[in-house]
């Protein structure tokens, strides 16, 4: 399995409040991902990082950002989080990004109430 | 508009016998597909991939089928186990950087012991 953790696991948290997910890789790859789950749509790219500072979004980027600064550490943030925000995120790790498969990390199940 | 469908939300098959899960793509731009795999409460791990090079990929119990012309791909799995009961994903993406992928809403396989 791919070196890929996710923290926190589970949160429950309040509308407008911010909040923090950290994807964490041990295998040094390029390209990192954020993805959202739900019912009927299947997995959504958020934003995508292509190396560290280096970012761009995805397909359902309003009302989220993201850092990396370090090749290991791609951060999601929520800066006023509302309730459409309540999903399963996911990140996935790719060595290149061109042929390589993304293999995913283990999930974050957010609430927002 | 969904780019990748997946028109099957939940599939019966007895064990032994063959599953086959089906997609549907609308953008004649993706030339890579993939085949993802999701366990309750665990990411998605990668199955089975093909380049649009190919009609055809096997590895083991799984062989993927594309068929370029029709725009649809099939996952054929033989025999059926009851540990292969899980949500299958099939996901396409375009050539060029970053490799973002687009998947379908899912399909939901159960196979009887």
């Known amino acids: 399995d791919a070196g890929i953790t996710q923290s926190p696991r589970h949160k429950v948290t309040e509308t407008g409040t911010p909040v923090t997910l950290r994807c964490h890789q041990t295998e040094n790859h390029r390209y990192m991902y954020w993805y959202r789950q739900d019912p009927g749509h299947g997995l959504r790219l958020i934003h995508y990082?292509?190396?560290?500072?280096?970012?761009d979004k995805g397909e359902v980027s309003d009302g989220y950002s993201v850092s990396r600064s370090k090749t290991e550490d791609f951060l999601l943030t929520l800066e006023s989080a509302t309730s459409s925000q309540t999903s399963v995120y996911f990140c996935?790790?790719?060595?290149?990004?061109?042929?390589?498969?993304?293999?995913f990390g283990p999930g974050t199940r957010l609430t927002v109430l | 508009d969904q780019q990748v469908k997946q028109n099957s939300p939940s599939l019966s098959v007895q064990e032994g016998r063959i599953s086959i899960l089906n997609c549907d793509y609308t953008n004649s731009m993706f030339d890579y597909f993939l085949w993802y795999k999701k366990y309750p409460a665990e990411g998605p791990t990668f199955l089975i991939s093909?380049?649009?090079?190919?009609d055809k990929n096997e590895d083991g119990r799984f062989t993927v089928f594309l068929n370029k012309s029709a725009k649809h791909l099939s996952l054929h799995i033989v025999p059926s186990q009851p540990g292969d009961s899980a949500v299958y994903f099939c996901a396409a993406s375009v050539s060029g950087s970053a490799r973002q992928l687009t998947f379908g809403s899912g399909t939901q396989l159960t196979v009887l012991p």
């Open positions: 990082s292509y190396g560290v500072k280096d970012t």
């Open positions: 093909i380049s649009s090079i190919k």
């Open positions: 996935a790790i790719s060595e290149t990004g061109f042929t390589d498969t993304q293999y």
